[in-house]
């Protein structure tokens, strides 16, 4: 046995079950003790990445054997880690970065041990969003997380344009190929006005938040040799005051259902109705108003 293995023996034990471990998602420091405690006292990490974790792992001098849970593998490995917790083990589920079943693999297996009566435990820390929207200086008193927005530029548009009048605060993840196209999307979709904060690298050396309109976040980050880094987007919620408008990319999104998808106007006006969330007369109205 190891020294560090000694260490770990000398830890108060854990009963057995599924352990959801949060992660930094930058700065080594975020970690909390009691995720230390339970990464010790686990007789096995589940990793979304196996070698991305052991740097993790080795950083704190935490020697436990590995396995990989990640989206491909899901369904399999979570049988297996339940049947495993079952027999009295003590698994630990970590993800890259942040806070597993984020926009992150972890779901599944949560949901699998709920119904077979394996206990969950969750060990709370760092996830991107949280930090973020409490840095950006928008409301926080209501907010909607969505993840990531969907990468085809029609579903995205259509995805923003079911928010449109949402007043919560909304929080996005995004990719920092996809930047631009979806800052320019946040405009067209809810106007020129709108607050919109990119929390940049948080926890970082370079964390960087910028704060303006989706048009000077554009201006900013296009003056830029590259773009890089991990980015969460705020966008301030509808203002009670502000106007309630016709869908922006209704028309647009009809041509797309009529040309690209051979839908005759009637089903394309259902089916673009559906997606913005208005009625098929005020998608009719909305349609003949730009013909
Ligand atoms: N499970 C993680 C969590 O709890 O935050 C999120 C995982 S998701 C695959 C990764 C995305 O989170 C990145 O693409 C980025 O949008 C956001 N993110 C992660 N780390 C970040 C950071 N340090 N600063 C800003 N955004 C970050």
Redesign the pocket.
């Known amino acids: 046995m190891s020294q560090g293995d000694d260490k770990q023996a000398a830890s108060p034990s854990l009963v057995p079950g599924l352990y959801i471990v ?1 992660t930094p ?2 700065n080594l420091e975020d970690i909390t003790l009691r995720a230390l405690r339970v990464l010790r006292a686990a007789d096995l990490i589940a990793c979304e990445d196996t070698r991305h974790t052991q740097k993790l792992l080795s950083h704190f001098e935490i020697k436990k054997p590995t396995v990989s849970y990640h989206e491909h593998n899901e369904a399999a490995r979570s049988r297996e880690l339940l049947a495993r917790i079952a027999a009295g083990e003590r698994v630990a589920l970590v ?10 693999p ?1 779901e599944r297996i949560i949901r699998a041990a709920i119904e077979s009566g394996v206990p969950v435990i969750s060990v709370p820390g ?7 929207l409490v840095a950006s200086g928008l409301r926080t008193d209501s907010f909607r997380f969505l ?2 927005l969907p990468s085809r530029a029609g579903e995205r548009r259509s995805a923003l344009e079911r928010l449109r009048e949402t007043i919560e605060t909304l929080v ?4 920092p190929h996809r930047i631009l196209e979806t800052l320019s999307d946040l405009e067209l979709v809810f106007g020129p006005e709108r607050r919109v904060v990119i ?6 050396v370079h ?1 960087e938040l910028l704060r303006g309109t989706a048009s000077d976040m554009r201006s900013v980050l296009t003056q830029r040799e590259a773009i890089k ?5 705020i966008v301030e919620g509808r203002m009670q005051s502000e106007a309630v408008k016709p869908p922006q990319g209704l028309g647009q999104r009809m041509h797309e259902l009529m040309e690209q998808e051979q839908l005759e106007e009637k089903a394309a006006l259902k089916q673009a109705a559906k997606e913005f969330g208005i009625s098929k007369s005020e998608a009719y109205r909305e349609w003949q108003r730009r013909k």
Do not use: C, H, N, V
């Open positions: 949060a998602i930058g993800s890259d970065a942040g806070t597993p079943g984020i926009s992150d972890g760092p996830s991107a969003f949280i930090s973020a993840g990531f996005f993840y995004e990719a929390a940049r690298e948080l926890t970082k964390e880094g991990e980015m969460t987007i």
